[in-house]
């Protein structure tokens, strides 16, 4: 049974989705995701989203549990490369992006690390498997989207 727990794994969470809320409006996405996915994806998408970002409400922060440390690198690794590709996208020139379409996924990629990293930490399997099919349908959404210049 899921029970609220304090402190949880959300509160880590928590800076990630203000440098989402901040930082979205100024990645250059627009100039090149221009088509649309299909419904079915963009709500299976929606639907894991909400599923990933408030199940951490009920994974306390347990420090004896035996994959805390490991999860806790994964989770710092995670984020650092994943502001990382924000930044990068943010300060490149459109120029340089059109060259180097990789970069435009990167943000929908590496959120992964940081998910496994909660789940090691939260020491919960069930988690990884969430989140790896999240990014999988994320990742296909850009694919749907993406359109060259």
Not at 22 to 41: E, G, M, V, Y
Not at 55 to 70: A, D, G, Q, T
Not at 108 to 115: K, Q, R
């Amino acid at each position: 049974m899921l029970k609220l727990r304090f402190p949880n794994l959300f509160l880590i969470i928590v800076p990630i989705l203000i440098w989402n809320i901040l930082f979205s409006s100024k990645l250059p996405l627009d100039h090149f995701f221009s088509l649309s996915a299909p419904q079915w994806l963009l709500v299976s998408e929606n639907i894991l989203r909400l599923i990933i970002f408030t199940l951490p409400l009920f994974m306390p922060i347990n420090k004896e549990n035996k994959y805390f440390i490991i999860g806790k690198r994964l989770f710092i690794f995670g984020v650092i490369i994943y502001f990382i590709s924000w930044v990068v996208l943010i300060i490149l020139p459109l120029e340089n992006i059109v060259h180097m379409a990789w970069l435009l996924y990167m943000p929908a990629i590496t959120p992964l690390v940081w998910l496994i990293g909660i789940s090691l930490m939260g020491d919960l399997a069930i988690y990884s498997g969430l989140s790896i099919l999240f990014i999988i349908l994320h990742v296909s959404e850009f694919i749907f989207k993406y359109q060259q210049p």
